[in-house]
């Protein structure tokens, strides 16, 4: 589904991906971790071609997005919903208006067509009673299951989240990662998930991704994610008081 091939990228001085390589099958849930500057949102921005490589190649479904232009790079876009780290609701428009914005910018669909299927996904995210209220109405939980909604309003193939549960109480992150899963469970989405949060990551990956200094080192699913011998990371579970025991009773 999507591939990184040797990618490189550099801000000035500063390289941040530093021969990048690694696959995504369709239909899995990876989660990517790593230290603050170790590349991850840049890797996901890579994906949706926010950041264009200055070496190597991101393949999606088959077709390069990194060189892609025109309609080619809108059409493969298409394939993906993004969850931006804050939520990036409109303030000044409801939550339905903010769902239903891409739908209004990018389709001739009637208003009543509109409302409905806007009302449809936002039953999908528990927010069905949020239709008419203002992003300062509710909580950040709920914004972020708004900005959710709108990320899924065209039922995408893959959806990329950054930072999910950034900024909210663990009741609240615990809801997000069920709805991460719920939502694969029934649109067969593949996710693309880029957190500090390494219980949401050991909860609702089928693979944990580390990066370190701009490189991919750890590939796996969560149970040996957590076993591993990586000097890097067992420094980084350490430093995040990872109890294996109460880990797997908790998540696994």
């Known amino acids: 589904m999507i591939t990184f091939e040797d990618v490189h990228k550099s801000f000035g001085s500063k390289k941040v991906l530093n021969g990048m390589a690694f696959e995504i099958g369709a239909g899995e849930t990876i989660v990517i971790v790593g230290t603050s500057g170790a590349g991850k949102s840049v890797t996901l921005k890579h994906m949706i071609r926010l950041l264009t490589p200055d070496q190597g190649r991101v393949i999606v479904a088959g077709e390069e997005i990194s060189s892609a232009t025109g309609k080619d790079l809108q059409r493969l876009r298409g394939k993906?919903?993004?969850l931006f780290q804050s939520a990036a609701l409109l303030q000044w428009l409801s939550v339905g208006e903010n769902v239903a914005l891409p739908l209004r910018e990018h389709t001739k669909m009637k208003n009543k067509e509109i409302e409905d299927k806007v009302r449809g996904i936002l039953?999908?995210?528990?927010?069905?009673?949020?239709?008419?209220?203002?992003?300062?109405?509710?909580s950040g939980g709920m914004q972020k299951r708004a900005g959710l909604a709108r990320a899924i309003i065209f039922e995408p193939e893959i959806?990329?989240?950054?930072e999910p549960?950034?900024?909210?109480d663990p009741v609240t992150?615990?809801?997000?990662?069920?709805?991460?899963i719920d939502l694969q469970n029934q649109m067969g989405v593949t996710n693309v998930v880029v957190?500090?949060?390494?219980?949401?990551?050991?909860?609702?990956?089928?693979?944990?991704v580390m990066l370190h200094q701009g490189q991919m080192i750890e590939s796996s699913p969560p149970d040996v994610f957590i076993r591993s011998e990586n000097k890097v990371v067992r420094g980084f579970l350490d430093s995040q008081y990872i109890d294996i025991d109460l880990v797997q009773k908790e998540t696994l």
Request: hydrophobic share 40%; proline share 2%; net charge neutral.
């Open 80 to 82: 993906f919903g993004y």
């Open 123 to 138: 039953e999908k995210v528990s927010l069905g009673d949020a239709y008419h209220k203002y992003p300062s109405d509710i």
């Open 159 to 162: 959806v990329l989240y950054d």
């Open 165 to 168: 549960t950034s900024g909210l």
């Open 173 to 180: 992150s615990r809801a997000i990662d069920k709805l991460i």
């Open 195 to 208: 957190t500090h949060d390494m219980i949401s990551a050991l909860k609702i990956a089928t693979r944990i």
